[in-house]
Structure formats: C-alpha cells, structure tokens
C-alpha cells in the first residue's frame, strides 16, 4: 500500500529556476492537499482540490500553481522560485466531502526544499 | 488572521504524566477538530478526532476535551511516555468544503 507518494524526497534550486512537485495517490479519495511547513508556522494550506478538475486557494497561494491531472495526481509548481519557497511541502489527500463526512487526510513523506 | 490557534509551542512532561495541549478556533462554521500527531522525518498522521456534538473522545491514553461554547479543544495524553516525543497539531475544517486548517504545532519531549 502506497498511499501518498510524493516526488523528489529532495531538491535544490537556485533562485528563479522553476521546478514541480508531483503527487499521486492510490486509495481513490477525492482530496488533495499541498501544505508547506516552516518553523514555528505549522502546516499552511497552499492549494486543495476537492474533486478532478477543481482547485482552489489556501491561505498562502501566492508564488505557486497547481494542476489536478486526474483523480491520482495533483501536481504543484513553482514557476519562479524564492528563497522565501525554502520549505518542506506535503501532500496529501482524503475521502472528500461531497455531501460525506470529513475523514482522515494521508500525508506523504514530504519534499525539501531549498531554495539558493 | 489565525483561525486555529495553538498552545504551547513546546512542552516537556516527566514520563508517566499529562501532556496537555490546547486549541482555540474562530469559525464556528468548523465540524471537525481532529489531531495529528508527527515524528521527525515523517508525514502527519490522525491521532484523534472529535466533532462538536460530544464533549470528549477518549481512545487509548489520548482524549480530546471540546467546549463548544468556549471554541476550545484539548488533547490529553494520559502516563505520557517517550515514544509520544512528537511534534502534535490540532486541526479544524467543515463539511461544506474540504479545506483543513492547522494550528502552529506543538513540540512535545517526554523525559524518561
């Protein structure tokens, strides 16, 4: 069982390069989720999607897109990377609501990231 | 603005005692309050969730205390023990959308 995978592990960038982190899921759920987590500032909600086809902002968009490829895949870019982008970012996806009930949310591994 | 407000930032308890770690939330539109619970290197993962039709959860030696009223929910972890040394995060969301807001985190040590 997979779960959340998320690719790279690691990566250095220099300033203005652009680069993305892709994720795939295999348990079918209708959530997906990009976070970045910085020192004291916890888990901050960049992008979510609650279905194929839809995204929506979180609380720190700014500096990043994202693309829902399909029901597995949802994808986050950096289309000019800052040194303030030096983060380690999560994916992650759940059920979904739809109409349900919240559920768990799966994180992956998460991506480091430096920026330089 | 925070809407998930987290405290302490760190604690450190003796093993054997209560590790007590606090939220307090702005939108009263959340539903769901569930806690993560991270090691170093690793993803969150769900410990615990409540939602705000009951006062507490208990599972284990980890319950989850909610006050409505108050807009504020705590975890408690019973004879804490040092494999629980975890970064731990409450969390709030609704049903109406699929956002899910963190807290700050706390960075728990359990002394042996």
């Known amino acids: 069982n997979a779960g959340v995978t998320q690719t790279p592990k690691f990566q250095v960038l220099k300033t203005g390069q652009s680069m993305t982190l892709q994720c795939a899921q295999d348990?079918?759920?209708?959530?997906m989720y990009w976070y970045r987590q910085d020192p004291g500032m916890g888990l901050r909600l960049i992008y979510y999607s609650a279905s194929e086809g839809t995204t929506d902002k979180g609380e720190v968009p700014n500096g990043y897109n994202v693309s829902r490829l399909n029901k597995r895949e949802f994808s986050l870019r950096l289309e000019s990377a800052a040194p303030s982008q030096t983060s380690v970012y999560f994916c992650a996806s759940s059920e979904g609501v739809g109409g349900a009930k919240n559920t768990e949310a799966f994180f992956g591994q998460g991506t480091r990231l430096t920026v330089v | 603005q925070q809407q998930v407000k987290q405290s302490p930032q760190s604690l450190i308890v003796q093993k054997g005692g209560i590790s007590i770690i606090n939220c307090a939330y702005e939108?009263?539109?959340?539903?769901?309050f569930p806690w993560y619970q991270q090691f170093p290197g690793k993803g969150p993962a769900l410990l615990i969730a409540i939602r705000p039709d009951v006062s507490e959860k208990k599972e284990g030696r980890f319950t989850i205390s909610f006050n409505k009223s108050a807009k504020q929910f705590s975890l408690h972890i019973m004879d804490s023990q040092p494999g629980d040394s975890a970064t731990y995060f409450c969390?709030?969301?609704?049903?109406?959308?699929?956002?899910?807001?963190f807290g700050k985190g706390t960075r728990l040590h359990i002394l042996p």
């Open positions: 348990m079918n759920h209708n959530s």
């Open positions: 939108n009263t539109a959340f539903d769901y």
């Open positions: 969390a709030a969301s609704m049903d109406r959308d699929d956002k899910i807001i």
